[in-house]
């Protein structure tokens, strides 16, 4: 889960082509299809496919080229304050945020508030396999309500929810193990560079060491999301270019 953020997270930032860094538009809503994916981002100018998007950082959002798309092209849906709805009953609260991996699409957890999640504080968290997203309401699956968990629980494992220290520790080792992780490394392997380029920062003195070690933590942990993230990013960029070549009709 290396490449999650929450929709929050993103809102007001500024999107940026990554190679001219000309400016167009800021985020204002995530926008997801009938299949319950990420597919937009809905901007102050128009909508880009997320496909297009580069890196997400925490003060813009980088792609690969210029392409918007206006509204009438498109068949999409918003998953924010959509209601909550146990089977055929009446609403039990609604979406108040969600996470999603801006690499992929996919929704990795729900922020839920309402009369679902009085008893955490106002704000509970179910993850996917848990809930129908339909066309008026996310469904509760059998047995969901039973699952919630408290936000700081249900997010604690999430890049996202980590300081801004922690997140750019995490991309500093994640750059320099590209040259380092092959796809078909063993887990065993990809542990050992890890270890090995957090002692070599370390061994810099240039960094918190609390914070040092809850990245190499994480990694250590997400080694099998960082190796999967080495092996789309090339096929991602392909797929962007050609994309914008299609959806243009010329290069970007």
Same mark, same amino acid.
């Given at each position: 889960?290396?490449?999650?953020?929450?929709?929050?997270?993103?809102?007001?930032?500024?999107?940026?082509?990554?190679?001219?860094?000309?400016?167009?538009?800021?985020?204002?809503?995530?926008?997801?299809?009938?299949?319950?994916?990420?597919?937009?981002?809905?901007?102050?100018?128009?909508?880009?496919?997320?496909?297009?998007?580069?890196?997400?950082?925490?003060?813009?959002?980088?792609?690969?080229?210029?392409?918007?798309?206006?509204?009438?092209?498109?068949?999409?849906?918003?998953?924010?304050?959509?209601?909550?709805?146990?089977?055929?009953?009446?609403?039990?609260?609604?979406?108040e945020d969600f996470l999603f991996d801006w690499e992929t699409g996919n929704i990795a957890a729900f922020i839920l508030s309402g009369?679902?999640?009085?008893?955490?504080?106002?704000?509970?968290?179910?993850?996917?396999?848990?809930?129908?997203?339909?066309?008026?309401?996310?469904?509760?699956?059998?047995? !969901?309500? #039973? *699952?919630? &968990?408290?936000?700081?629980?249900?997010?604690?494992?999430?890049?996202?929810? +980590? %300081?801004?220290?922690?997140?750019?520790?995490?991309?500093t080792i994640a750059y320099r193990l590209q040259s380092l992780v092959s796809p078909h490394d063993k887990p065993e392997v990809v542990?050992?560079?890890?270890?090995?380029?957090?002692?070599?920062?370390?061994?810099?003195g240039q960094h918190d060491k609390n914070a040092l070690q809850q990245a190499t933590e994480f990694l250590q942990n997400e080694w099998?999301?960082?190796?999967?993230?080495?092996?789309? !990013?090339? #096929? *991602?960029? &392909?797929?962007?270019?050609?994309?914008?070549?299609?959806?243009?009709?010329? +290069? %970007?």
């Open positions: 889960m290396i490449n999650v953020v929450r929709r929050s997270q993103i809102l007001g930032l500024m999107e940026l082509d990554s190679a001219t860094a000309s400016r167009f538009g800021t985020v204002k809503e995530v926008w997801i299809d009938d299949t319950g994916q990420v597919v937009y981002l809905g901007t102050s100018e128009g909508y880009t496919p997320l496909e297009q998007v580069s890196v997400i950082g925490p003060d813009a959002v980088l792609t690969y080229s210029h392409t918007v798309l206006p509204q009438t092209t498109l068949n999409l849906r918003r998953l924010y304050r959509l209601p909550v709805r146990s089977s055929m009953t009446d609403s039990l609260g609604w979406v009369d679902i999640a009085a008893p955490f504080g106002g704000r509970a968290v179910l993850y996917p396999e848990d809930v129908v997203i339909e066309a008026e309401a996310v469904v509760l699956r059998e047995g !969901a309500q #039973e *699952r919630l &968990k408290s936000e700081p629980e249900g997010l604690k494992g999430f890049l996202s929810e +980590k %300081s801004q220290q922690v997140k750019n520790l995490v991309k542990r050992v560079k890890i270890k090995e380029v957090h002692d070599e920062l370390a061994a810099s099998e999301s960082f190796q999967q993230s080495l092996n789309r !990013a090339s #096929e *991602r960029v &392909k797929r962007a270019l050609d994309s914008a070549w299609n959806l243009t009709g010329k +290069k %970007s």
